[in-house]
């Protein structure tokens, strides 16, 4: 029972993304990777209050625009060791290495030039946002920090197992019910005949018309936050009834 509970409770926080965790913990001077707990997904990262502009390796270098970068806005201009600490491929660093791996560490928050939008679409150059990479179980930071400064990631967590009765859940009480017929589903399942087939299909359909029902809670509670760009439209030259503001824009009926 207890391992059917322990599925169930990873699946209903990965369906419903819920709860969000917050991980805090402190960079490591000139270090660029660190390790992460199982998680599912970040929403946002922070670095000294600082929030970073999500990336990988492939835009870094520049994979998604076939520029391919090989140290094109280095700051050095000949070959030199690596750079201590850092994330990049073995070997010298320089002219012919991308340029985030020649990137020095930097003290954050990193003053830029860079306000709105943020280029996260661009291969690495010298004086862009801080940016940060995910890959193989850690988070790289672009440019590495230069002392130690506060690392806060929001992020779902892939929640702890159940192994005794009395651990606390995650999950709010008003949960209970998507948790005990997802169990149901699973215990039905593993019985492996038609009857218990149909059973299992039956509790399944119960576990979504559950899970329907608390996504609908979370939206209502969280604000239904938005998942996606959304446009700006100048609202600032309409005006009450039938009135509009003049300016260099056309009418329109």
Sequence with gaps: MLELLDEANQMVVRDLEFPMSRLVTVTVPNIQEYALPEIIFIKRVYVAGQLIVPTTKQVLEGHQDESYDQGLGNAVPTPTAPIAGGGG??????????????QAPASYPVTNVWGSPAPDAQSWFMGQRPRYYLEGGVIGLVPSPLAEYALCIDCLRVPDQIVDLNQNLVLPSNFRLALAWQMVALARFADDNDRSTAAAQAAEQKYDAEIRKLRMDQKRRDGDQPRMPKFFTMRSKYQIGNNRNTGPWPEYP
């Design 89 to 102: 491929p073995p070997g010298n660093t320089g002219m012919y290495s991308p340029a985030w791996t020649d």
